[in-house]
């Protein structure tokens, strides 16, 4: 019978391979779950610091820091690429990717220059090799990434941004929508835009320990730093989402390739059968 | 007149302590300070250390922050504390190490390497698939 073994080969491996991908699908599903509530967790930090940035600026209108200011000329942009340090999660990255390829050219084609900063093996692995600088990088931040791992990436864009070697800074990321789509994002970190805090009605000062313009640089740099943190967080989510989907994708197209070969399988089965039987009934005609 | 004082303590990752307290205390970066209900606003850096907040049922309820800001309003104290200790010089080990990891992203010849190994994975796999074709075409010719 010719064929049949190797489809029942054939058959096998992708039975293995439907194992792998439905396993990987059920772990990322588990994980969503564990990286919302990180996500979630961050929110109260983001509206407080909020809050003490409104209280700050509110009650020294007369100070401006460079993070607020916008520049008149823009020489060179920075980027903070969040990306995933594993692949098999569809299209996540390059999508992304390619929204950032997108920016870059829009900059270029007005004179500035690009300066990247990569979160996570993907991005470097992608933009390594295209001509563009990386200032900074960092990667294995796992499954509950930590601020400590970020912020030197961080700072070097910050400290570009004060010495004016930058004057714009993008962070892009794929913001988690919900399970089924996550959507790239790319979002002006500095100068921060404007926000419209609520109306303080009382006109007061606060008591600074040290002064006011030392606490405003510390409460700007962790706002940033917090923010960068969420956008990493909602990458892990959209990460482990769009995983998976491709897994299930992935785990539906096995199940059709198999149902295919076992029909290809029986064809070539029965084919070799009736063959037989004719070369009997001829080999006794014969007789 | 109120005799306690909201207190949030939160951190970028997780909000640690919300509730009332009556004394809050926590090493600011120009001294020890102890905040009751009715403090002036001020606002402050915090050093590493403890924070302890006493709850008006006589409970104290101790935390350690690696640094952070204090905000005192009329009827919150808030604490955005830091997970990590922070010093400039700390930060300053990190912004380099962050500079040497792209460094040495750019250098890994590796990328060539994963190149070379994925365009031979899909070779095989083209090879597979354009085998399996071959063999469906077989089977229905019979």
Redesign the interface.
């Known amino acids: 019978m010719?064929?049949g073994k190797?489809?029942t080969g054939?058959i096998r491996s992708i039975e293995n391979t439907k194992k792998v991908t439905s396993a990987l699908e059920m772990v990322s599903a588990s994980k969503i779950r564990k990286s919302q509530d990180?996500m979630n967790?961050?929110r109260?930090?983001t509206r407080?610091?909020r809050?003490?940035m409104g209280?700050?600026s509110k009650a020294n209108p007369e100070f401006r820091h460079p993070f607020t200011v916008r520049r008149e000329e823009t020489k060179k942009v920075g980027y903070i690429i969040v990306s995933t340090d594993r692949g098999l999660c569809g299209g996540l990255n390059i999508n992304l990717f390619k929204l950032v390829l997108a920016s870059i050219q829009e900059w270029r084609g007005q004179g500035a220059e690009v300066s990247l900063?990569?979160l996570g093996?993907k991005a470097?692995?992608f933009f390594?090799?295209i001509n563009v600088e990386?200032?900074?990088?960092?990667?294995n931040l796992g499954e509950k990434p930590?601020?400590?791992d970020l912020?030197?990436?961080i700072?070097?864009m910050l400290?570009a941004y004060r010495e004016e070697r930058i004057d714009l800074v993008y962070i892009v990321y794929n913001d988690f929508i919900n399970t089924m789509s996550q959507r790239p994002r790319l979002e002006q970190l500095l100068p921060l835009p404007e926000t419209d805090d609520e109306e303080v009605r009382d006109i007061?000062?606060?008591?600074?320990?040290?002064d006011a313009e030392?606490?405003l640089d510390?409460?700007l740099v962790?706002y940033i730093?917090?923010d960068v943190?969420h956008a990493v967080l909602e990458n892990l989510a959209s990460e482990h989402a769009a995983r998976m989907i491709a897994m299930k994708n992935a785990t539906d197209n096995a199940g059709d390739l198999i149902d295919?070969?076992t029909l290809?399988y029986n064809?070539?089965r029965q084919?070799a059968i009736t063959q037989e039987i004719s070369e009997i009934v001829g080999g006794a005609a014969a007789v | 007149m109120k005799h306690t004082i909201q207190c949030?303590i939160?951190?970028?990752?997780?909000?640690i302590f919300?509730g009332e307290a009556t004394m809050i205390f926590a090493t600011?970066?120009?001294g020890e300070l102890g905040i009751s209900p009715r403090h002036?606003?001020?606002?402050?850096?915090l050093k590493p250390g403890p924070v302890r907040v006493q709850r008006p049922d006589g409970d104290e309820a101790f935390f350690f922050v690696g640094g952070?800001?204090l905000?005192v309003?009329p009827h919150v104290v808030?604490v955005?504390a830091?997970?990590?200790v922070?010093a400039d010089d700390l930060?300053?080990?990190?912004?380099?190490?962050?500079?040497e990891?792209?460094e040495?992203?750019?250098q890994?010849r590796t990328?060539e390497v994963?190149v070379a190994e994925a365009q031979a994975r899909l070779v095989e796999a083209v090879a597979q698939l354009r085998a399996?074709e071959q063999?469906?075409k077989?089977?229905?010719r019979?």
């Open positions: 010719a064929g190797e489809i054939k990180l967790a961050t109260p930090y407080m610091i809050r003490v209280h700050l900063v990569t093996k470097s692995a390594k090799n990386i200032a900074a990088h960092a990667s930590q601020i400590e912020i030197g990436s700072k070097v400290d007061w000062d606060y008591i600074y320990e040290p030392a606490l510390t409460v962790r730093e917090a943190y295919e070969l290809a064809k070539a084919a | 949030d939160v951190s970028a990752q997780e909000e919300s600011g970066s120009v002036a606003p001020l606002i402050t850096q952070g800001i905000e309003m808030t955005l830091d997970t990590a922070r930060d300053q080990a990190a912004a380099q190490r962050a500079k990891e792209a040495r992203a750019l890994d990328g994963e399996l063999l469906r077989q089977v229905k019979r």
